[in-house]
DNA sequence: TATGAATGAGGCTTCATTCAT
DNA sequence: TATGAATGAAGCCTCATTCAT
């Protein structure tokens, strides 16, 4: 998604050759971060955003208390997690509100989210409700809402877009898509392609034949899907 | 039509006329296993498929151990709550079916179902994944599986529903929507024939000019229902 | 000291014999709950108000998860430690009021409060500062300010007390006080009167040829006394 | 006049110009030692003899290995924090004695020491009882009962000093006094002077018309002091 | 050497489940 | 039988102390 860091969606990254920051961290501590970020990023995937911390602890292979040094406290682990996400969001939004036709740009931006959220460079998704005061979880929220309407809005004017759809609709509509993706992760990762092709078609003022992406869920896939997490 | 109690589908539902059956209970037992799925639906509805027995206890207003009496584990009450809506979900099925119309019929349906879960005396929906070994649950899915799969291809054949969709589209798209109505509950309780609607106009081959059911969301309600739960 | 129960002032003691109160409880519950009381009192008394509650259960013989269903937090059980020491200050405040002289009064009103604090079937006293939400420690402080302010009052206007004592010098000098009776307790349980002695003697105007009450500290009691505590 | 330093009780102290001790330290570790006996004389001060050792690191801004680097355990800086305070301690003290009257060597002597206590430069006050085998404190108590006891016998020889009193009482009672001086110190720097002059009232044979010293506690004041530590 | 980091133990609290009455 | 009570395990978090750089 985006190539390049931007550094002003990127509060935690105290990249080690910031020359007036903080002193570089150590080796090992970095690797204890990494290893964090990541288990916390399975865990937060697979089991929700309210996992035990301790069990993302022991899941990186440190101490419980190695965790609270690095992220004081469930929130900043969370932000930590998402924050490329949050970069990701962005990007593909300003990339869609450059493009002529909002239908295209709407369609982009949330094959583009949704790419985002649940592979294994990105972040994970947030299964769930999540907890208050994660702030990057919120500024993705806000971002997401922004460019949502404004898509919306602009394909009303240019007519290819129901004009009784609200942000909302929307807003509502992908969210739900969304907590939807860890259950998909190892099963069929790209199998939200299609209940959001049938949205947008749902969306759109005069359909054109379109073809739904990607094969369909298999009845085992499905299973595997909806069935007792663990 | 099913008109007709199934005993298939009531695994547990120990009624007191059955012969071969455990003996009939005592009149308090009956009211107090009464109270504890009362008190389970709303919890169950209220805070999710994880809520502490104990609390449900209380709130029934028995002792926990009369819960673990009557509920073995947390399945079998689970099982319990949701049994009826299985009922309302064979019979709403049965009598889609039995319309001509696969594309009436299945609107029908869609609609009838939701509208079983988030009820007083329907049951509430699941919020998230449910504990293992939940049979009703399943008996739910395998129930609302066949209708789906029913009606979706009866549609397809007369010509009304994209061919390219598979019944494993709607059937998961139906389960996430789903498992968003308890975030609804309490803020907007028919939001979700919103999203329904778009899905379905969707799903259909030559979109007659619809119109979305109910008002949309405002933005304040769709903050309540995404936001940091509590 | 108080030997009547006053019911006013004992908000907790849920006794079996109350007609519409809650329920008897059960024997092994009570028991539990004296056990607990008890624990909580030497540990206050030895090791302050902030002592591990863990390690209170563990005293009273009782898993952790006893001692919160009995009390919910920390300020409950510090509440129920001491509110029979409430009811003996109350009791002895009022008596003190009642007498003529308020010097006498106040002579005994203090060596009363005093004697209320550090013994079995007392209270025990808090070592230091308290967790605040222990409505029961205020209202102590609270009647002992009302007494002493009182009598102080009345003893200055009877001649006997000198005038430039305030009410907050006697209050924080025997706070003080009363913060050393634990590490009495063990060694010298009665020690408190010789400084308290001094310190009456050093509040009235024309002191008379007063004695010291009981022996003093020897230098070895003194020395377990201040020297560190375990 | 103890004016010089006395090696004998001063028993960390390892400057660097002693020749048999060990080498002496580089620059920046004196500095080192330095803001960590700073930091921790504030933090004793302020939050009790318990505080985060991690915390007084901090406030030093010096990692926590230094710390025990220069300190192995918490006692020796408990000792170190307070050897300054020794010194104080024992000059007053022999100050006192060369005082013709005992009594106003004894009263001198004790608001010296009240003094020294909770300054910038002195050494606080340790609040609560201390952790095992702080022998500077220790020696401060050796050194204060020493003076105590020898004024209070020449009192009670030249008769100003109430012949019932003991060394102990006398000991106990600035002890237990001390130990409230932490909660004085943002509050009423100075009020313990109304308690000790009450206190030495009432421990003369003729009380002349003495007057209590600085403006008495107010009630807001008493409560701050009093009530529970945040 | 001085440091930041790691850690294990311990305190607090809740909950699912079992037990004594 | 139904109940309130008890419990142990687990999660959260902090701290004294030790370790690797």
Same mark, same amino acid.
């Given at each position: 998604?985006?190539?390049?860091?931007?550094?002003?969606?990127?509060?935690?990254?105290?990249?080690?050759?910031?020359?007036?920051?903080?002193?570089?961290?150590?080796?090992?501590?970095?690797? %204890?971060?990494?290893?964090?970020?990541?288990?916390?990023?399975?865990?937060?995937?697979?089991?929700?955003? /309210?996992?035990?911390?301790?069990?993302?602890?022991?899941?990186?292979?440190?101490? !419980?208390?190695?965790?609270?040094? /690095?992220?004081? %406290?469930?929130?900043?682990?969370?932000?930590?997690?998402? !924050? !490329?996400?949050?970069?990701?969001?962005?990007?593909?939004?300003?990339?869609?509100?450059?493009?002529?036709?909002?239908?295209?740009? @709407?369609?982009?931006?949330?094959?583009?989210?949704?790419?985002?959220?649940?592979?294994?460079?990105?972040?994970?998704?947030?299964? =769930? #409700?999540? #907890? =208050?005061?994660?702030?990057?979880?919120?500024?993705?929220?806000?971002? /997401?809402?922004?460019?949502? %309407?404004?898509?919306?809005?602009? =394909?009303?004017?240019?007519?290819?877009?129901?004009?009784?759809?609200?942000?909302?609709?929307?807003?509502?509509?992908?969210?739900?898509?969304?907590?939807? @993706? *860890?259950?998909? @992760?190892?099963?069929?990762?790209?199998?939200?392609?299609?209940?959001?092709?049938?949205?947008?078609?749902?969306?759109?003022? /005069?359909?054109?034949? !379109?073809?739904? #992406?990607? *094969?369909?869920?298999?009845?085992?896939?499905?299973?595997?899907?909806?069935? *007792?997490?663990?």
């Amino acid at each position: 998604m985006s190539g390049t860091q931007q550094p002003a969606v990127c509060p935690r990254s105290w990249a080690a050759d910031r020359p007036g920051g903080p002193p570089p961290r150590r080796r090992d501590a970095l690797r %204890n971060r990494e290893l964090l970020v990541e288990a916390a990023r399975d865990a937060f995937t697979a089991e929700g955003l /309210h996992t035990s911390l301790d069990r993302i602890a022991r899941r990186a292979g440190v101490g !419980s208390a190695t965790l609270y040094r /690095h992220f004081p %406290n469930r929130e900043a682990l969370v932000d930590e997690v998402y !924050s !490329s996400t949050l970069t990701d969001i962005i990007t593909a939004g300003d990339r869609a509100l450059a493009v002529q036709s909002a239908w295209t740009g @709407l369609t982009n931006y949330l094959y583009a989210v949704f790419a985002a959220l649940p592979t294994e460079r990105g972040a994970g998704c947030p299964a =769930g #409700p999540w #907890p =208050g005061g994660a702030t990057t979880l919120e500024l993705i929220h806000v971002q /997401h809402r922004r460019t949502v %309407n404004a898509l919306l809005r602009q =394909g009303q004017r240019q007519g290819t877009i129901r004009p009784d759809a609200t942000g909302e609709d929307l807003l509502f509509a992908t969210a739900v898509l969304g907590r939807a @993706l *860890p259950a998909l @992760l190892t099963t069929a990762p790209t199998a939200w392609r299609r209940p959001l092709a049938l949205l947008l078609d749902g969306l759109r003022t /005069h359909p054109a034949a !379109s073809r739904l #992406p990607t *094969p369909s869920l298999t009845t085992d896939e499905l299973d595997k899907v909806l069935l *007792p997490a663990r």
